[in-house]
């Protein structure tokens, strides 16, 4: 016995494509887009925590002990260091709070570094992703 499918009627009108929205709540988007600069989410209590409590103080630790640029890149640096770079960036599993992994930098070497990462690796200020997370940079 072989079963056989009876086709569906034509539909004579399209179908209504209306946005999901879940009954009792408005639409809301999560932060403020607006325009071609939308701002960021704020940091989470857990990271702004860690921010004010480990990382600033190194930061001003650091830049106090060593304050020129530690890159170098090219003729745009500066000669002194805005900011610290991380040569294992949080996305590839570095840590922003440990010594070994901060060097300071200006915004223009930074933003460099940032631009070539090939380069950059080639340089040992960045380190390249898929290394052991135990890796110790440079």
Excluded at 7 to 18: C, G, H, N, Q
Excluded at 59 to 88: F, K, S, V, Y
Excluded at 95 to 104: D, E, V
Aim: proline fraction near 14%; hydrophobic fraction near 30%; include cysteine.
């Amino acid at each position: 016995m072989t079963l056989q499918r009876t086709p569906l009627p034509a539909r004579t009108s399209p179908m209504p494509r209306t946005p999901f929205r879940a009954p009792g709540r408005e639409e809301r988007l999560p932060w403020p887009v607006q325009g071609p600069r939308a701002k960021l989410p704020p940091r989470s209590r857990k990271t702004a925590k860690v921010y004010r409590e480990q990382r600033v103080p190194l930061t001003q630790e650091m830049l106090a002990d060593h304050p020129g640029c530690g890159i170098r890149w090219d003729e745009r640096c500066r000669g002194l260091a805005d900011a610290l770079h991380e040569i294992l960036s949080r996305g590839r599993g570095g840590s922003i709070t440990g010594r070994a992994n901060c060097i300071p930098a200006c915004n223009p070497c930074n933003e460099a570094v940032s631009s070539n990462p090939a380069e950059a690796e080639k340089r040992g200020f960045l380190l390249p992703s898929g290394r052991p997370s135990k890796a110790v940079p440079r």
